[in-house]
């Protein structure tokens, strides 16, 4: 068995170059948003939800994932994208970089911005339709619209600045990052043929990782310089933003994201063995911060 | 059989009805973004595209439309009204009015304009695949992508103020208005069952009567008044819009307009009767202008 670093990277490799043969060339026209597509792409990401979707495909199956998952991978990793796009418009976070590089809309426009995040929301659909299995498009499109990233998203910017309790950041964190991350590693399941049972348990590792994600990255912005994040640090604050540190304190998040690993570890104990990269991936998002 | 306004009625109505039930109800949280949503797809659209879809299918099939037919019909309208959402912002057109009510960033904001926009086209997509058939996914997200809906619109955007010839027009109305008019109609015949040979005719008709309808539309935006047509008149020349009438004048866009729906009822003439409503359709959506 590989260890997590060799893992992660062969699967960001194979989700680029899948995600290279999926996307339309820059050198089609209309060029200007094939070539944004592409920008925002390629500029660097972790690939965290390909990498759950692929070990929770493996772990179920007992296969190595093939050309279906890696479309499925990349399929999501478009929707994240989408996602950040549109985050980053004037009108929702006004970000200027992301990932060390500019935003979309500074990098090239906010109408193009607009319709470039609109285009891999349906491109993905497109290559989700291609693999056949409408079951997977329902579970992914729930977990994307309004009782899910898109209502966590609303949540957030209507929070700006207000008072906000645990449960206000709960449910945004919960649906804004955290669905998707359960999608991913759902739709790995899924394409797997686990069962029920075996899917309900890996939606909690799902919604544990993915609280986790966000309360690290939480406790990143309050701790890390500008440079560390390829992003503004300290932005969250500075804005109001409701963040974990916010509302319970940093060394209090810290404690609360390492036991939300613990339940996500606690959620797979039914995979043994094979659920190795999946408790790696849980404990890589972890320690981040330590 | 009833005649074409009966028809347009009934179809509008079930469609109502159909929406009604598959969009959140405004008392779900977070309510603002569903409110915009309800707000914009009950905006007094014409339903052109669900009478389209009905119509095709109930012309194939020789049977009256069911629920599944619809589903999808309520879906491309969603999927419409997403598209008007994001073409009305401030970056994009920047439309105060629409159907003589105000366009939804101004209603409710630009941030909530773009996530409503934005969960409509996910909803959609969660309404088609409930239908079951991945090939009908793949044929209206394929017409709303960067080849079809959102190719046009970003050279429409590019082209504003530009010189431009025919050619680009048509490029744009074929992309950004026929594309989505196109799947309609495809939607309805794979719904139905058509043969590949049945769909390329109706796709044909479908082409010719989404370009009319956008000749049609550039005509009225020059001849009538803001009250006529709820949105400001002659806004197109004034932002030097690349129009059929700015690159062939007003009585050649008659001609055209006329051209392309003679065309189109010799794309159905294999139909016979059972496209009476086709062909009724194609002639109502030309008349508007004489």
Known sequence: MNDLTTYIKSIGEKTDSTLEKLLPASSLYPQSIHELMRYCCFAGGKRVRPCLVVAAFEACS?????????????????????????????CMDDDDYRRGK???????NEALAVLGGDALCIIAFE?????????????????????????????????????????????????KTAALIRASINTGAMLAGATKAEIDKLSSYGTHVGLAFQVVDDILDEESTTEQLGKDAGSDRERGKATFPAVMGLEQSKLYAKDLID????????????????RELAEYIRVRIF
Not at 102 to 108: M, S
Not at 263 to 275: H, P, Q, S, T, V
Request: aromatic share 8%.
């Open 263 to 278: 339940k996500a570890w606690e959620d797979i104990e039914f995979l043994g063995n094979k659920g190795y990269y999946l």
């Open 102 to 108: 500019k935003t979309a809309h500074k990098a090239f």
């Open 127 to 175: 290559v989700l339709a291609g693999i056949g299995k409408v079951e997977i498009i329902s579970e992914i499109a729930r977990s994307l619209g309004t009782m899910g990233m898109i209502g966590g998203q609303v949540v957030d910017i209507e929070s700006e600045g207000k008072p906000v309790d645990k449960d206000i950041v709960e449910y945004i964190h919960n649906n």
């Open 62 to 90: 007992g296969k190595s994932a093939g050309e279906d998952v890696f479309k499925a991978a990349a399929a999501i990793e478009m929707l994240h994208t989408f996602s950040l796009i549109h985050d980053d418009l004037p």
